[in-house]
């Protein structure tokens, strides 16, 4: 299938993928932003025992009746307890344990009396007012109850949920295992930053771009580098990724130029679901599947490759991952520039959107890149429009 439109494009894509399911057990300590596989229920009380919120002494309330400053209730100090300490013997009315912030207060004793607040002479303690049951009194389960709902499966985990999650002892947690995506581009002419430019060849912006932008997106992708113009050549590096990811994008080899191997690669491995989006830039996309897994092979072209991964690869990104807040944004806003073009097919422009106006950069060709810094939409513009001047309002596409 070919010359489709923009929708029917990711209406098959989305057809061919399902959101990812499968569970993974990683260490809570690398949990962060992942969604959890399942339920998770508090084992138990968190505190796991009554405790003291304050350094002092603990004891029984009822030994300290009728005090006051001219008449001190006098206890007997039998022990000292720190936090992460017991104090396993039961203390009997009229006895006190000097406790620590945090420790287990022991049995036969419901108050704790700030240190501040008392005299302390050899092992006599004197507190001069009344105590009252449950004073100064932290409860088992203060924080969370045994068998409380901590985080439903699906949750997406904060720096919170780690917390809470340590604190029932949580070594590891099972999550939904990321989707995987493998990245490539083609071409003969492309070089890596850091080798010496040559005539004829130019350094390969889109794989640094599109895995950046993954990544803003929250994808970790296996960056696979440059592929050769060579059927039989990239034909083998990608099949070897059938069923090990999720999603295949390559750049570049999709037109019809000697050097456009996307077409005998994919008749090699595996199943075209179409060719060229009634778009402008990055029409000639190509579309397909190899055993499990989707490839989008985009045009080569930097803003090209950029704006068809927007708009033809995100979509299956967001449903692969389940991630709604992922998805494009659309919108109206009103030009600031005028764009001088008529569009006679479908076209989507670069543009810097705030407050309800879109801005335009000078550059707007498919091989510019650098135009694009600074961008946070693009401008649908609708096919036999012409050209628009500042002032029009136009649909918007925020990215």
Known sequence: MQDISLEKAID??????????????????????R????????????????RSPLDGYTFAAQATAGADKDHPARLTIIGEECAGQYFDQS??????????????????????????EVTVTGDTLCVPYELHHHENYCFAGEDIRKGTLLAKAGTRLTAAHLGAFASMGL?????????????ASTGDELL???????????????????SGRLRELGFEPEVLGILPDDVDAAAAEIAKWQDKVDL?????????????????????????????VCMKPGGP?????????LGIALSGNPFAAYATFELIARPVLVELSGEQDLAVRHGQ?????????????????????????????????????????????????????????????????LL
């Open 12 to 33: 098959m894509l989305l057809a061919q993928v399902d959101r990812v399911r499968e569970a993974e057990e990683v260490p809570l300590m690398e949990a962060l932003g």
């Open 35 to 50: 969604q959890l596989a399942e339920d998770y229920i508090a084992p138990f009380d968190n505190p796991p025992f009554d």
């Open 91 to 116: 203390v009997p009315v009229g006895s006190a344990v000097r406790i620590m912030t945090g420790g287990a207060i022991p049995a036969g004793c419901d108050c704790v009396v700030r240190q501040e």
């Open 171 to 183: 070594a590891a947690v099972k999550v939904i295992r990321k989707v995987r995506v493998a990245i």
């Open 192 to 210: 890596q930053p850091g080798d010496p430019l040559a005539p004829g060849k130019i350094y390969n912006s889109n794989l640094y771009s599109l």
């Open 248 to 276: 295949f994008l390559t750049t570049g080899g999709v037109s019809v130029g000697k050097k456009d191997i996307m077409h005998g690669v994919v008749d090699k491995i595996g199943k075209r679901l179409f060719w060229r």
């Open 285 to 293: 996309s190509i579309a397909y599947t190899f055993g499990k897994t």
């Open 333 to 397: 806003a009103v030009l600031t520039d005028a764009f001088p073009k008529a569009s006679k097919g479908r076209r989507f422009i670069r543009a810097y959107h705030e407050n309800g106006k879109v801005r335009l950069p000078q550059q707007h060709a498919s091989g510019s890149l650098f135009s694009v810094v600074g961008c946070n939409a693009f401008v649908a513009i609708p096919a036999g429009t012409d050209p628009l001047p500042a002032g029009t309002k136009v649909d918007i596409i």
